[in-house]
């Protein structure tokens, strides 16, 4: 197999001269991780507007399905995996291009600019993509041309979503729930079994890209590079899934209004119950079998997006904390 394998030249002159903001360019690198997204969209969905919650989190969803499968369709190391010259200040197990932290960046702040639509937040909006792009560089986990290509793909999929949302959204409203959760399931049956079949019919990679993984990172070879691993791509289906049919179980029947008091104990309980599914369904075993691995895998996220747009709200509404529901929140 040929692999397309950039200059890390840039890389090591970044470093050189900015490599010293390494702690700060991690916490900024931060925004783009599924830890982050896990604690900003509840807090969005259930304290804000849950309109805006199921937009951004159908968009982050989609957005990291696309991209696990361009990982893996154009199979590119990351550059501390190819030059020993490069410092790996953070490390990953899979493909390089396109960066998936650069593309979640613009479909996530863009996406939360398009429909805030406030002047200030487009500068905060745009300041965190950049400096996103840029620390991934920095870190040493990304060629410039992945940026550019994150940057690229985002653009591509925040201008798609939009135009959908507004063409498709009132026709989709209009269906069935039946017909609705369907069609999120389907979506995401085949986004999955799409980044499945490229996975398992990926080639051998070079033996030199794991030595120099490992060397530039410390790290055990079983840790240091997975690129064929699909726990992202699994992770955003099931995610899909769960938050998409627990919009349409849910409705219109929450309201994300009411009190600081009750906004704060929605976000506390939920966060609460959705740690306990995170670690309770991690200890599930799946007897040592690849697909019963993947099989939890995508569940676990489902069920976590599920009590995110329909579980918590649900709950919220039988204990008294949630707004009224006067109006359509979707």
Request: net charge positive; aromatic share 10%.
């Amino acid at each position: 197999m040929d692999y397309l394998i950039p200059d890390p030249a840039a890389v090591v002159a970044l470093q050189t001269h900015l490599g010293w903001l390494a702690p700060l360019m991690n916490a900024v690198s931060f925004t783009g991780t599924a830890v982050f997204f896990f604690a900003v969209l509840p807090a969005i969905w259930w304290c804000v507007s849950p309109r805006l919650g199921l937009r951004l989190g159908l968009i982050v969803s989609l957005s990291g399905c696309i991209n696990a499968v361009l990982k893996v369709l154009f199979h590119t190391p990351r550059p501390y995996w190819v030059s020993t010259e490069v410092r790996a200040f953070s490390t990953h197990q899979t493909f390089s291009l396109p960066s998936g932290h650069a593309q979640n960046a613009v479909c996530f702040f863009g996406a939360a600019a398009v429909w805030i639509h406030k002047r200030w937040f487009w500068a905060v909006a745009a300041t965190l993509i950049l400096l996103t792009g840029l620390s991934r560089i920095i870190l040493g986990v990304h060629f410039p041309v992945d940026v550019l290509a994150g940057w690229a793909v985002g653009i591509v999929v925040l201008l798609l979503f939009i135009a959908a949302d507004r063409r498709l959204s009132p026709g989709i409203t209009a269906l069935s729930p039946a017909v609705q959760a369907a069609g999120v399931t389907a979506a995401s049956l085949l986004l999955a079994a799409l980044g499945l079949a490229l996975v398992v019919s990926g080639g051998e990679i070079p033996l030199s890209w794991t030595e120099t993984a490992v060397a530039a990172s410390g790290l055990p070879a079983t840790r240091a590079i997975d690129p064929y691993d699909p726990s992202t791509l699994l992770s955003s289906a099931g995610t899909l899934l769960g938050i998409g049919l627990g919009a349409v179980w849910m409705g219109e029947r929450f309201s994300a209004e009411g009190s600081v008091r009750a906004k704060l104990r929605r976000y506390a309980l939920g966060m609460a119950i959705a740690a306990l599914i995170y670690a309770g369904m991690g200890l599930a075993p799946d007897g040592g079998l690849l697909a019963a691995g993947w099989t939890i895998e995508y569940l676990r996220a489902a069920v976590l997006g599920f009590w995110v747009s329909g579980g918590a709200p649900a709950l919220f509404k039988y204990l008294g904390i949630a707004g009224e529901a006067h109006r359509p929140s979707r």
